[in-house]
């Protein structure tokens, strides 16, 4: 029997914690389901994409991602409060979100979600991560190659692939 190892084109169960280098985590995966991604298709950053490729299932790893490699870096300008209504109803806004805006030339936007604070909601061109080297605990829960509906549509569907969307 051949271990099986990350690479590209196979479905990944991981649980993650992150920190931003003072050890207070900020998020995890520990309290939910594993993170299932698709490897190779940018489901997530790139810097850790990269440090998971060839890890077995059951390894445990710490990965530094520096922020040219995580979100990017900040273009410095001060998240704008936009009223909630201007956003979906029904949909629960979390900081690290993405919509897409117009801009004042007409052009697309991508706008990321700062801060929920009642009916206002800052926004910023820029992810609140960005700027921000990443420190990453993971554990590789699962690996098993992708269908080849998962390659086309560049994610998984699901732990077992029965996800269908
Ligand atoms: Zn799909």
């Not at 271990?3 to 479905?11: F, K, L, M, R």
């Not at 269908?147 to 269908?164: I, K, M, N, S």
């Amino acid at each position: 029997m051949t271990s099986q190892t990350v690479s590209d084109n196979h479905v990944i169960q991981i649980h993650y914690s992150l920190h931003l280098g003072d050890s207070e985590v900020i998020d995890s995966s520990r309290e939910r389901e594993p993170l299932v991604y698709l490897h190779g298709a940018s489901n997530i950053v790139p810097g850790l994409e990269r440090q998971i490729t060839d890890k077995a299932v059951g390894e445990k790893f710490s990965a530094v991602v520096p922020a040219a490699e995580g979100y990017g870096e900040t273009d410095g300008a001060t998240p704008q409060p936009v009223d909630r209504n201007n956003f979906p109803e029904g949909v629960e806004l979390d900081a690290g979100m993405a919509f897409q805006a117009e801009g004042p030339d007409g052009e697309d936007l991508t706008l990321w979600i700062h801060e929920v604070q009642d009916d206002q909601v800052f926004v910023a061109t820029h992810h609140p991560l960005a700027g921000k080297d990443l420190h990453f605990d993971i554990e590789v829960i699962g690996i098993r190659a992708a269908t080849e509906d998962e390659v086309a549509h560049g994610h998984p569907h699901g732990p077992d692939g029965d996800q269908v969307h």
